[in-house]
């Protein structure tokens, strides 16, 4: 399994696209590292594309989804699922969120961001 890798100018880099994602004013929005947004979904995904911000409670994570120029915040539950047919000590939760479209982040081969 492969990211979808889909980069482009991040709406933290252009505000007038942004659309304000209600439960959390910009000002409280997490620093993100990079001036691009990188999907993290699996190729080949429907839907908009989607990169994780970042945490704004153990349950609450805040991502940007996308399509083409078309920017939206979206608070959402991390997935947090786990691979069963790996021992307990080696299992890594799922960074990505709940509902995601297929292919858990411990699923993927390839690395983030390359
Ligand atoms: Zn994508
Ligand atoms: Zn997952």
Do not use: I, K
Request: charged share 20%; glycine share 8%.
């Amino acid at each position: 399994m492969y990211h979808c890798n889909a980069s482009g100018p991040s709406p933290w880099s252009d505000p007038p696209n942004t659309e304000p994602p209600g439960a959390v004013p910009p000002e409280q929005y997490p620093p993100h590292l990079y001036d691009r947004v990188v999907c993290e979904l699996g190729r080949g995904h429907d839907g908009d594309c989607a990169d994780h911000v970042g945490e704004l409670s153990p349950d609450a994570q805040l991502w940007v989804l996308w399509e083409d120029d078309r920017f939206t915040y979206a608070v959402l539950r991390p997935c947090c699922m786990s691979d069963p047919t790996v021992p307990p000590v080696q299992q890594e939760p799922c960074t990505l969120y709940a509902g995601h479209t297929p292919g858990h982040s411990w699923q993927f081969t390839d690395m983030l961001h390359g």
